[in-house]
């Protein structure tokens, strides 16, 4: 194969519960993730490497270049584990259409979606199991991104069990903006931890309240549990919190933060309540995005 085009599916976090740093510098997690619909679109081509042995191009000016971005890195990881020829090189563009630096996963997804992509353009027909090893080595909610619909994501990111896919409720994505470092509202998290957390009774109900939820398909008994430890130590609390509140107002079943933030996701009964939820969010909101959920992660397109 000489080229491909994937999908790279955003999510969220319905439940995030952050646990300690680990002796390994991550922390213990314990999620529950959905896929959305909303993704950037990848396009990979083999090409003769007089351009550069890996080369990543994107429409947006934050998303690095170099070394530093994921799809750089899940390509020289899919090389290191699985020994393919290096010959030649690999142009990658990215179309983004997944905000920056928000908590939906968008460097995530597209690493994911260059895994896929590598395995699809040397025919190696990888099993799932030996994707998700190549995607515990890139980061940790790359696993979860290639897999995608619905799951219980535990370690660091790297164990990944699906449930049965939910229904394509809408949602109404709510950010600043502004691209948010998740490395520092980890520290930030670390620093507060045990100041404002929730008891740990108090977090497990919630879990087991919104798994059977998800498991029966009742949008009540997920709305009224979604959870994330790291709410209280983003860097934009305060607007976090104007927009969860505005979100309801307007007729959100329940809003909250999807992973380090700063994006709010508003849970709507329909299309309608949607649009109403959006236009009350764009008076407060710079940057406002109506999708749904999705069954599928990362899909080469054919």
């Excluded at 290639?146 to 535990?154: I, K, P």
């Excluded at 948010?180 to 520290?187: D, K, N, Q």
Aim: charged share 25%; with cysteine; aromatic share 6%.
């Amino acid at each position: 194969m000489l080229g491909a085009k994937v999908i790279a599916r955003a999510k969220l976090n319905l439940f995030l519960d952050v646990g300690k740093k680990r002796p390994d510098g991550y922390h213990e997690l314990r999620s529950i993730m959905q896929s959305l619909e909303l993704a950037d679109e990848l396009y990979f081509r083999r090409t003769d490497g007089s351009t550069g042995r890996i080369v990543v191009k994107c429409n947006e000016e934050r998303v690095p270049h170099g070394e530093e971005n994921l799809v750089y890195k899940a390509v020289e990881t899919f090389y290191r584990k699985t020994k393919v020829s290096e010959e030649g090189g690999i142009e990658v563009f990215i179309n983004k259409r997944i905000p920056v630096g928000a908590g939906l996963a968008g460097g995530s997804a597209d690493a994911a979606a260059a895994i896929l992509a590598m395995n699809h353009i040397f025919e190696l027909g990888l099993t799932t199991a030996a994707l998700l090893d190549i995607a515990s080595g890139v980061g940790s909610d790359v696993p979860f991104c290639l897999v995608g619909g619905t799951a219980v994501v535990t370690g660091r990111g790297e164990k990944v069990e699906s449930l049965e896919p939910l229904p394509c409720y809408h949602v109404v994505l709510a950010s600043s903006g502004l691209e948010v470092s998740t490395a520092e509202v980890y520290r930030r998290f670390d620093s507060l931890l045990d100041e404002e957390l929730p008891s740990s009774k108090e977090i497990e109900r919630k879990f087991d309240s919104l798994l059977d939820g998800v498991k029966i398909r009742d949008i009540g008994g997920i709305s009224a549990n979604l959870h994330n430890s790291l709410e209280f130590a983003t860097l934009q609390k305060d607007l976090v919190e104007e927009y969860k509140k505005v979100a309801k107002f307007a007729g959100a079943i329940a809003a909250s933060m999807t992973g380090s933030g700063p994006c709010v996701f508003a849970i709507v009964s329909g299309l309608e309540e949607a649009a109403e939820v959006a236009w009350e969010l764009e008076k407060t909101a710079p940057l406002i995005i109506v999708t749904s959920f999705s069954e599928r992660g990362a899909q080469v397109s054919t």
